[in-house]
């Protein structure tokens, strides 16, 4: 069975840093898939923050631009979340996801192919205060 366990939440100051990651137990995954990172705050829709296309290069979403770093390690079958200069808006769940079969994406499907068929951690929580 496909597992995903996420670690490296905690609480942080506002301009602080935290790096999130993503370990997958029993599949493969390929630099290709589609596989990426979400977010859910109190009250609101899961939202993408980084989705990897089909040449394994992130997609970020708007808020995540030139604060967040999305990374893969296929060898460790891994992925990362290194966020910076993290704001109050930024506290929520935090999941990682991976496609329940190998498919890439694009741009404009990774959240909705995650969404609908991602296999999905338990989340790690992120606390940032003003």
């Known amino acids: 069975q496909v597992q995903l366990v996420e670690s490296g939440g905690g609480s942080v100051q506002a301009g602080g840093s935290l790096r999130l990651a993503c370990t997958v137990s029993?599949?493969?995954?390929?630099?290709?898939?589609?596989m990426g990172w979400f977010r859910q705050a109190p009250g609101k829709e899961r939202e993408g923050c980084a989705g990897?296309?089909?040449?394994?290069?992130?997609n970020y979403a708007d808020f995540a631009k030139g604060r967040f770093t999305a990374a893969l390690d296929t060898g460790r079958m891994s992925l990362y979340l290194q966020m910076n200069a993290l704001e109050s808006g930024d506290t929520a769940m935090y999941y990682c996801?991976?496609?329940?079969?190998?498919?890439?994406?694009?741009?404009?499907?990774?959240?909705?192919?995650?969404?609908?068929?991602?296999?999905w951690g338990q989340g790690t929580q992120v606390t940032v205060s003003a």
């Open positions: 990897f296309l089909r040449d394994g290069s992130p």
């Open positions: 029993g599949y493969q995954i390929y630099r290709c898939e589609c």
């Open positions: 996801a991976v496609a329940r079969t190998h498919i890439a994406c694009d741009s404009d499907s990774w959240r909705a192919v995650l969404n609908d068929s991602g296999v």
